[in-house]
């Protein structure tokens, strides 16, 4: 087959899965592999974003190379190795991060302390302080106080951005997104590996997963799944057949996923098969959020799962 019919035949089978991501003009092309090309610009045509319709590109060519050069164009591409990730589960090799539970359950993302106490309290499983300040000194007093918070309760507490201070402050874990890690040298990568703190880190798609394995951390945050308003995202929300693929793609990591996600929307993104639902304002933002919490994790404990 050309690349034309691989683009033709991808697109037959797997448009309708992606309806409602607009067409992405292709980038360039590294290779003549009729399989590489078609693909990606099938993966293109279906709304995937450049980097990660040349990763999808790659993977394609590599199914098709591991079937002695039978192209299938049902067969998306769903194995680490097609994306060239190493070894899985990712926790066997020795450079994973210090493990976390495979179901973090309801993971509710908190503006302060005090909400972060507030959620431990309502019996919320795992929690983050997201406190934004270039104040170093507001930060570390605002991540003593949610280590503060979370005493006497079960929860789990990450902290965004601030790693250094985690660790200091001794919390569970750190949350970082993909401008952290770059941000980050390979030697601040060990000192926090070797802190025994767990790293979760965000993605947004393809190439971010492939960026955020390189590192081994404890779990992957898969966002944003619908539209937040919370904050600016400078990708598309992802959709739920894109988190139900992410999510076969990573099963061998814990998965938290996130972005728009209420009580209603819930077990529909727990369907893909994560063992974590992240949310802000389901539960900042509910009049009551103690009762928000309550039902937020009934519908985890009743959701159908993967
Ligand atoms: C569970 C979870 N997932 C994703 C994010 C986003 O983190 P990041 O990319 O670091 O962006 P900011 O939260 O810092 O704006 C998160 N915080 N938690
Ligand atoms: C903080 C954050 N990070 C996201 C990501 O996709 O990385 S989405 C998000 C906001 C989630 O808020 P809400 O549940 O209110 O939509
Ligand atoms: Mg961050």
Redesign the pocket.
Known sequence: MNAQEIQTAILAAHRGRFDGHPPVAVGPFHDEDPVYRGAKAACAALGFIEVDAECLGRAWQAVTQRRLGRFDASAWPDSPADFGLRDFPPQSREDAFAPCPVALGLYA?LPDAEWVGRAARAGIPTVQL?FKSDDAAAVAREIDAAIAAVRGTDALLFINDHWRQAIAAGAYGVHL?QEDLDALTADEVQELRASGLRLGV???GYAEMVRADAVSPSYL???????????K?A?APQGLARLHDYARLMRGYPLVA?????ADRLPQALASGVGSI?????F??ADDPEAAARLLMARMREAPRA
Do not use: Y
């Open positions: 993302v997201r997104g965000s993605t947004h945050a898969l966002g944003a799944v619908f539209p937040t308003t919370l904050k995202m990708t996130i972005g728009g996600i209420d992240a949310v802000v304002r389901a900042v933002g």
